[in-house]
């Protein structure tokens, strides 16, 4: 049974920084494609951040450009999601998700197989 786990999350004032960690266990973490999504009350979960099953690859949506980085640890089976310069826009439920099959790298919820359960990130003014 695959298990994420996600932590990090805080209530931070704009321009601050946090640093969340998916914790992955019970599965090949290495095969896995892994990403960052985020999802506010009544709207759909949105893609943040994913990165290959090497590393070797990042994507991010266009308004975290610069300001984001994501980065996987295979040895230590984690995923790291480095966010500065946080803005108000930026509060979300933070969700790491794993997927397993796909040759490419998804930014499409719905093609994630395994989700955590989420961290909260608030972000004041």
Known sequence: QVQLVESGGGLV????????????????FSSYVMGWFRQTPGKEREFVAAISRSGGSTYYRDS????FTIARDNAQNTVVLQMNSLKP???AVYYCGAERLLARVSTTS???????QGTQVTVSS
């Open 13 to 28: 004032q704009a321009g601050d920084s946090l640093r969340l960690t998916c914790a992955v266990s019970g599965g090949t």
């Open 64 to 67: 975290v450009k610069g300001r």
């Open 89 to 91: 826009e930026d509060t």
């Open 110 to 116: 719905r093609e994630y197989d395994y989700w955590g």
